[in-house]
């Protein structure tokens, strides 16, 4: 371009009519080929078939690369495991290995916690729709608000490591108040993972034996309503719309059969008066009283029959 700036004025006066002449003389030749090419009436095979097809003008829009799906991620419903007062990991190991088998899942994460709620993991985060996780707490003597403090940390750790946003749960003792009051507590919060199936074993709802509770003295009316309610079964009342109306509950408590109608720590009627809280809110609410020897407080969360039970209500329709 350079070197034309210099030129005389005549020169471009000439070479500017040229370059348009030649231009249009190319392009006249290129109609001429086409034309002879595709004709307005050229015949196109289509599946052994004739038709008469115009041909289009050709399209000179630029078409982008079509994107490849989003590989989307499985979607996981974790089971926690939460033992009670006193409590390790040896009052849910049979638990969990019930579920392994029920789920043919050849691992399981531990998840140990101290005071100070930090973690420990052990283990491994299984890849099945339903990963367990066994939860134990250092310190075995804790009350049940501790319990919830903990379970307040672990869960979103746990959920931003591994990322699902619903869990399924099973509570021993006071495992499983704490578990109540854990959702009461969160039910708000909408990054909080959403509590989906909730079971609960030898809950200690409206007190225990000999602290606030004496067998065959506290009543439940035809509602389920306890005549005498502790001050943590008020609480748990007033709360009672705080929890999720999508969760569905199965509620396990024993009874050894010999006339205290307890499992020798909890009494049946402190077990069972959580279903007057729960049952109105929740999607669907089940109950199932345990008798005999190994239907005694400690032993619930080892026995065959209960841990099939268990099983079956959080796997046999998972998530």
Do not use: C
């Not at 307005?40 to 003008?57: A, F, G, R, S, W």
């Not at 990991?89 to 100070?116: G, I, P, R």
Request: proline letters at 6%.
């Amino acid at each position: 371009m350079k070197h034309f700036r210099h030129t005389s004025s005549l020169t471009h006066t000439l070479i500017k009519p040229l370059s348009g002449l030649l231009a249009l003389g190319v392009l006249q030749q290129y109609r001429h080929r086409r034309e002879k090419v595709i004709t307005p009436h050229t015949k196109v095979v289509l599946k052994n078939t004739t038709q008469i097809q115009t041909d289009p003008e050709p399209d000179l829009r630029i078409v982008a690369d079509p994107q490849p799906a989003a590989w989307s991620q499985p979607v996981q419903v974790p089971t926690l495991y939460v033992h009670g007062f006193r409590g390790g990991d040896y009052t849910t190991n049979k638990m969990v290995l019930s579920a392994q088998n029920a789920l043919h899942s050849e691992t399981y994460l531990k998840v140990l916690v101290d005071w100070h709620g930090r973690l420990t993991y052990q283990g491994s985060w299984s890849d099945d729709p339903n990963p367990l996780v066994q939860i134990v707490f250092e310190d075995k003597w804790m009350p049940t608000l501790q319990i919830v403090n903990w379970l307040s940390v672990v869960l979103p750790q746990l959920q931003q490591k591994f990322h699902f946003s619903a869990y399924n749960a099973v509570g021993h003792s006071i495992g499983a108040t704490a578990l109540v009051r854990m959702e009461m507590r969160h039910h708000a919060q909408p990054n909080f993972p959403k509590l989906n199936k909730l079971v609960l074993v030898a809950g200690p709802f409206d007190g225990v034996v000999a602290f606030g509770d004496w067998p065959n003295l506290n009543r439940l009316n035809q509602k389920g309503r306890p005549m005498l309610m502790n001050f943590h079964y008020l609480q748990l009342m007033m709360g009672r719309h705080h929890f999720s109306s999508e969760a569905s509950v199965l509620n396990i408590y024993g009874n050894v059969d010999d006339t205290t109608n307890t499992d020798k720590y909890i009494s049946v009627n402190s077990a069972k008066s959580i279903r007057y809280i729960l049952a109105p809110v929740v999607k669907a609410f089940h109950e199932i009283e345990v008798h005999g020897q190994n239907a005694e407080h400690s032993k619930m969360h080892d026995d065959d029959h209960v841990l099939n039970l268990i099983n079956e209500f959080l796997f046999a329709n998972p998530q």
